[in-house]
């Protein structure tokens, strides 16, 4: 099960940080993604994380302001989200995916498990 926290209102220019946080002892044995569904619009890929923290991969909208990492200590993935612009306004979510080692998961149809949303609202 994952739980996604730390969307919220903030002016274009600013961060927000998202959480995603899993139960379960397995954590470490999920590639994670994050994907963003803004109103009338289809749900897109933004970013995604191997098993071990080190291969990450960013849709062209948002490399070089979003990072993602990850605690498997702690069971939680991060999206730093940094300069935001009104367009990142959507609500993201977080899913997690069985896969090999030093995978990262593109498509939303190749994870299992999905958190329920938090809302991020940018505004201009």
């Known amino acids: 099960q994952l739980q996604a926290s730390g969307g919220g209102l903030v002016q274009a220019g600013g961060s927000l940080r998202l959480s995603c946080t899993a139960s379960?002892?397995?954590?470490?044995?999920?590639?994670v993604g994050w994907f963003r569904q803004a109103p009338g619009k289809e749900r897109q890929f933004v970013s995604g994380?191997?098993?071990?923290?080190?291969?990450?991969r960013y849709a062209m909208s948002v490399k070089g302001r979003f990072t993602a990492s990850r605690d498997n200590a702690k069971n939680t993935v991060y999206l730093q989200m940094n300069t935001l612009k009104p367009e990142d306004t959507a609500t993201y979510y977080c899913?997690?995916?069985?896969?090999?080692?030093?995978?990262?998961?593109?498509?939303?149809?190749?994870?299992?498990?999905w958190g329920q949303g938090t809302q991020v609202t940018v505004s201009s």
């Open positions: 899913a997690a995916g069985t896969t090999v080692t030093g995978v990262v998961l593109m498509e939303d149809s190749s994870y299992q498990n």
């Open positions: 379960g002892r397995t954590f470490s044995t999920y590639a």
């Open positions: 994380i191997s098993r071990a923290g080190t291969i990450r």
